[in-house]
């Protein structure tokens, strides 16, 4: 059986005539998945015998919800299981300006990045579009409000899933859908270099963030295991490619680890790295996880990192932590749900 929720209305309308409906069946059933209505039977004017047809064909694949988590700022961690067991997890954050969720795209990652929770146990398999949609439906569920922004930073590395992800783009984006434009999409890479280019031929409008956290390939090498494929220097130039062909301009992530990429020599060779590329600076103050040796940079060390990049014309920001009293960080409260459930 198939997630009707990988399906674009076009293939569910195509669905409908090899099976002897009528294809405006199609429209009346992706308008009831998008109101929360995820039973077949539930669907009031759609007939007995579609319905019947439905079920052998299809699943509503909503994960089911095992734990919610809200922190003090509001912040609300989604804890969910899929129809094989598999669980990822989801936050929702609210901004004055609406209400933002961050994804997962594969349950684990085979990155490899040393601080993060993701990837301690590798990459168990890819979503599919419909699975990461169906997180931003879950959520709404929860929260009964309107998802208007959606960013592709939660557990595995949407670059390398990335079939999947171009299509759940495209169905989030879709004014028969979620109808959420592409400018409030952000797409999280750690630099897989001909897939931003691949990327930016498609001339989609959303954001590009890209975890660079280091200043030379050593240091890079040492944080994140993609450096020994790809040079700064070909991450760099991929960049200048994707914002000539967008003109969409780039975040960079830099996360900041005590004595090893937060010193002042740091900030000014960033800043030199990036005095051409139209971007900005998101700088990030790691969460510590136990399982890893990094530490949290100092506000000093983090203001001074800050002040040195704009006295150099970068444009930056300093990431509001969100969610850190429920382990709102890629991968930490799936990892610990996953870890209570061997003891018990």
Same mark, same amino acid.
């Given at each position: 059986?198939?997630?009707?929720?990988?399906?674009?209305?076009?293939?569910? &309308?195509?669905?409908?005539?090899?099976?002897?409906?009528?294809?405006?069946?199609?429209?009346?059933?992706? #308008?009831?998945?998008?109101?929360?209505?995820?039973?077949?039977?539930?669907?009031?004017?759609?007939?007995?015998?579609?319905?019947?047809?439905?079920?052998?064909?299809?699943?509503?694949?909503?994960? &089911?919800?095992?734990?919610?988590? =809200?922190?003090? #700022? +509001?912040?609300?961690?989604?804890?969910?299981?899929?129809?094989?067991?598999?669980?990822?997890?989801?936050?929702?954050?609210?901004?004055?300006? +609406?209400?933002?969720?961050?994804?997962?795209?594969?349950v684990g990652c085979r990155m490899g990045c040393k601080f993060c929770a993701s990837t301690i146990e590798g990459?168990?398999?890819?979503? =599919?579009?419909?699975?990461?949609?169906?997180?931003?439906?879950?959520? %709404?569920?929860?929260?009964?409000?309107? /998802?208007?922004?959606?960013?592709?930073?939660?557990?595995?590395?949407?670059?390398?899933?990335?079939?999947?992800?171009?299509?759940?783009?495209?169905? @989030?984006?879709?004014?028969?859908?979620?109808?959420?434009?592409?400018?409030?999409?952000?797409?999280?890479?750690?630099?897989?270099?001909?897939?931003?280019?691949?990327?930016?031929?498609?001339?989609?409008?959303?954001?590009?963030?890209?975890?660079?956290?280091?200043?030379?390939?050593?240091?890079?090498?040492?944080?994140?295991?993609?450096?020994?494929?790809? =040079?700064?220097?070909?991450?760099?130039?991929?960049?200048?490619?994707?914002?000539? /062909?967008?003109?969409?301009?780039?975040?960079?992530?830099?996360?900041?680890?005590?004595?090893?990429?937060?010193?002042?020599?740091?900030? %000014? &060779?960033?800043?030199?790295?990036?005095?051409? /590329?139209?971007?900005? @600076?998101?700088?990030?103050?790691?969460?510590? /996880?136990?399982?890893?040796?990094?530490?949290?940079? $100092?506000?000093?060390?983090?203001?001074?990192?800050?002040?040195?990049?704009?006295?150099?014309?970068?444009?930056?920001?300093?990431?509001?932590?969100?969610?850190?009293?429920?382990?709102?960080?890629?991968?930490?409260?799936?990892?610990?749900?996953?870890? $209570?459930?061997?003891?018990?």
């Open positions: 059986m198939q997630n009707i929720l990988d399906l674009s209305l076009k293939e569910l &309308k195509e669905w409908m005539i090899s099976n002897n409906e009528n294809a405006f069946r199609a429209k009346q059933v992706f #308008d009831w998945l998008y109101k929360g209505i995820w039973d077949f039977k539930d669907m009031k004017n759609i007939n007995t015998g579609t319905i019947y047809k439905l079920n052998d064909y299809f699943y509503i694949g909503i994960p &089911k919800l095992i734990e919610k988590y =809200t922190s003090k #700022d +509001g912040t609300i961690k989604l804890l969910a299981a899929y129809k094989d067991g598999n669980i990822v997890e989801c936050v929702v954050m609210k901004y004055q300006y +609406g209400n933002s969720i961050c994804v997962s795209t594969q990459r168990i398999r890819d979503l =599919t579009s419909g699975e990461i949609l169906s997180q931003i439906l879950l959520a %709404e569920s929860v929260i009964r409000e309107r /998802i208007s922004n959606v960013v592709l930073m939660g557990s595995g590395e949407p670059m390398d899933n990335f079939h999947n992800v171009i299509k759940f783009i495209d169905l @989030v984006t879709s004014s028969e859908g979620l109808n959420i434009g592409q400018r409030h999409i952000t797409l999280s890479t750690c630099g897989i270099v001909p897939k931003i280019y691949e990327l930016a031929d498609m001339k989609y409008q959303i954001t590009l963030a890209i975890s660079l956290h280091a200043v030379d390939d050593v240091k890079r090498k040492e944080i994140m295991p993609i450096a020994n494929k790809y =040079t700064i220097k070909d991450l760099l130039d991929a960049c200048n490619y994707y914002t000539k /062909i967008t003109n969409r301009r780039i975040t960079f992530e830099y996360a900041l680890v005590k004595d090893v990429n937060d010193s002042a020599e740091e900030a %000014e &060779k960033l800043s030199s790295l990036l005095k051409n /590329i139209l971007c900005h @600076v998101n700088l990030i103050p790691i969460n510590e /996880i136990k399982e890893k040796v990094f530490k949290k940079s $100092s506000l000093k060390s983090v203001d001074k990192f800050l002040t040195i990049l704009k006295n150099n014309g970068i444009e930056a920001t300093i990431r509001r932590e969100m969610g850190s009293d429920i382990n709102a960080a890629c991968g930490q409260l799936r990892r610990s749900y996953i870890e $209570s459930q061997r003891y018990e």
